[in-house]
T-cell receptor, first 113, second 113 residues
Framework: GNSVTQMEGPVTLSEEAFLTINCTYT??????LFWYVQYPGEGLQLLLK?????DKGSNKGFEATYRKETTSFHLEKGSVQVSDSAVYFC????????????FGKGTTLSVSS | DTAVSQTPKYLVTQMGNDKSIKCEQN?????MYWYKQDSKKFLKIMFS???????INETVPNRFSPKSPDKAHLNLHINSLELGDSAVYFC????????????FGQGTRLTVV
């Protein structure tokens, strides 16, 4: 079946450090890939997405590239801020009607000043 | 102009009670979902409805019953609440045939005492 594996946290960084959160997936066909962010006490917000191989999603300084050959969608940011502290979820949606988002277990990021 | 709204935000109740969580979306989407987030932040799909038709029904106790009066609403009714039902429940909506991202509500934190 389809699944998503992301690095376990927590990830603790100082402000302006480089961030990478690894995400790999298992799926039949060509799923769409997403990163969602959950700030404390809030719901999930879409951070970025990519719908086909080699697509790069980007938003708020975050980037992720859909790598079909390595079945990966790693999240990166060149310089994190305290306000980036949140839980980050990698997710996939299979390319067929009637499916739902499948999430990784989430990675907690804590950024200190 | 909230896109996906769910009520209540917090729900504290005793074991054995029956409770409902309501969800409404004004995005014009044809598909709605219920997800459960456990204490470790893991998100798991519970149900999905498309135009009032149940299309995803994961392994969930039959004490949980979704009800969709129309495609803009998907309510979750829980009978005979148990301690293990304590979690955050998220409603979401999306476009079934576009297989794009889902939009999430703010969540309902259910605590069973």
């Amino acid at each position: 079946g389809n699944s998503v594996t992301q690095m376990e946290g927590p990830v603790t960084l100082s402000e302006e450090a480089f961030l990478t959160i690894n995400c790999t997936y298992t799926a039949t066909g060509y799923p769409s890939l997403f990163w969602y962010v959950q700030y404390p006490g809030e719901g999930l917000q879409l951070l970025l997405k990519a719908t086909k191989a080699d697509d790069k999603g980007s938003n708020k300084g975050f980037e992720a590239t859909y790598r079909k050959e390595t079945t990966s969608f790693h999240l990166e940011k060149g310089s994190v801020q305290v306000s980036d502290s949140a839980v980050y979820f990698c997710a996939l949606m299979a390319n067929q009607a009637g499916t739902a988002l499948i999430f990784g277990k989430g990675t907690t990021l804590s950024v200190s000043s | 102009d909230t896109a996906v709204s769910q009520t209540p935000k917090y729900l504290v109740t005793q074991m054995g009670n029956d409770k409902s969580i309501k969800c409404e979306q004004n995005l014009g989407h044809d598909t709605m979902y219920w997800y459960k987030q456990d204490s470790k932040k893991f998100l798991k799909i519970m149900f999905s409805y498309n135009n009032k038709e149940l299309i995803i029904n994961e392994t969930v106790p039959n004490r949980f019953s979704p009800k969709s009066p129309d495609k803009a609403h998907l309510n979750l009714h829980i009978n005979s609440l148990e301690l293990g039902d304590s979690a955050v429940y998220f409603c979401a909506s999306g476009d079934r045939f576009a297989n794009t991202e889902a939009f999430f509500g703010q969540g309902t934190r259910l605590t069973v005492v």
